[in-house]
């Protein structure tokens, strides 16, 4: 497995990928520094950022545009505890750009994940071939991603996200 110094950024794997990309997330907060002012904002009731395609969000949604022009199936997955966390209903609040960039979402209570095998990281798997985990620290910061191309380690990723999918609400139909 690689970490950090000499991994392909995110952007780079999704420019080369060819079939499919599909995300996992099971924390139910995140602290991810650069959304924080925008996470700030929608608590204090500015949801702009919600709906704001020109700004930080911008480059992810233009890689999941280019990726499903040329073919590729995005789809992300959530396992949440219910009631969700304020900072779910965010995220749920944002989704919508996403979908209308390409990238297909559902969301799955986490008591209907009880009896699934999952990998202890949040991941990205790439082509079903190369997995990107997610590390994060107590409070939800990035601890830094890591990279493998085990094929044990793919084929996890690959049952378990089929496995929350299945279970999973398409985004129009759960609410927060």
């Known amino acids: 497995m690689q970490q950090n110094g000499e991994l392909p950024t995110f952007a780079d794997m999704l420019a080369n ?12 907060s995140y602290g991810i520094a650069g ?6 904002a929608w608590k204090a009731g500015d949801d702009s950022s919600r ?10 949604l233009d ?24 900072y779910m ?16 979402v559902r969301w799955l209570p986490r008591h209907n994940a009880s009896a699934l095998t ?19 620290t107590g409070d939800g910061a ?12 793919a084929e996890l990723c690959a049952t378990a996200f089929e496995a929350v999918w299945k279970r999973a609400l398409p985004h129009h139909d759960f609410e927060v």
Do not use: K, Y
């Open 17 to 28: 990928c060819h079939r499919s990309a599909v995300h996992l997330e099971m924390r139910d």
């Open 35 to 40: 959304e924080s002012p925008e996470f700030q």
């Open 51 to 60: 709906h704001d395609r020109e700004g930080r969000r911008r480059p992810f």
């Open 63 to 86: 890689g999941v545009r280019a990726a499903t022009a040329r073919g590729v199936v995005l789809r992300r997955a959530r396992i949440v505890s219910t009631p969700v966390t304020e």
């Open 89 to 104: 209903r965010f995220s749920h609040a944002g989704a919508h750009l996403n979908i209308e960039a390409g990238e297909e």
């Open 118 to 136: 999952l990998p202890g990281n949040d991941f990205w798997l790439f082509d079903d071939q190369v997995v990107r985990f997610n590390h994060f």
């Open 142 to 153: 990035s601890a830094g991603p890591e990279i493998t191309h085990d094929p044990e380690v």
